[in-house]
């Protein structure tokens, strides 16, 4: 697992000073307003109307700030987003990821049927394939951990994630940040445990949110 861990460390360091100062500095009032661009993929309060595009409701700042950075450098391949994200500056990409973080992600639900294999892959991983627990860098109830690199999982759309796994697993979604990583960890999973895993996630929440 500590081979999975230590290159996510280190590309969690290439968030510079400066990336920080914007976060520090940005405003989610100006992101709300060029939020609008942003609405028919991802929804007028950052929950997606869609499958396949993600919700970012509730995503930590730092994740979406270097997301859009990579969607502008080309380095993550999107046609759509490379073209949302061409126009934008750094401060915009920062008034952007401080006004989605501060919004209410939606409650999803896991199908019974997916529950105890998607339950089991992201708790305890699958040793005998040398599959980390998803628990181990995403937190019990999916949360992640801001400023460390590692997304909020929970809530996130089943068919988005899988999608993202699946371009881990092909390699089309490497080479920047923690993909290598996911690159490692998705190589081993078969397109059933993707869906289970990307289910449980769907349905998964900080005990007392779950309890609302």
Known sequence: MTKHLIPALFAFLLLTPVAWAQLDNADPKRGENAAAACAACHGQQGN????????????????????LKYYKSGERANAIML?????LDEQTMADLAVYYEGLEAEIGETPEELLATGRSIYMGGIA?????ACVSCHGPAGMGLPSSGYPRLSGQKTQYTMDQLML???????????ASVMNGIAANLTDDEIQAVSAYVRGLYPA???AE
Do not use: C, T
Not at 168 to 173: A, I, K, P, T
């Open 48 to 67: 997606s109307m869609s499958p396949e595009w993600p919700n970012l409701a509730g995503q930590h700042a730092d994740y979406i700030f270097e997301q």
């Open 83 to 87: 073209g949302q994200a061409a126009g």
């Open 128 to 132: 005998e394939k040398g599959v980390p």
């Open 168 to 178: 881990y697993r092909s390699g089309e979604r490497s080479g920047y940040g923690q």
């Open 208 to 210: 007392e949110m779950a």
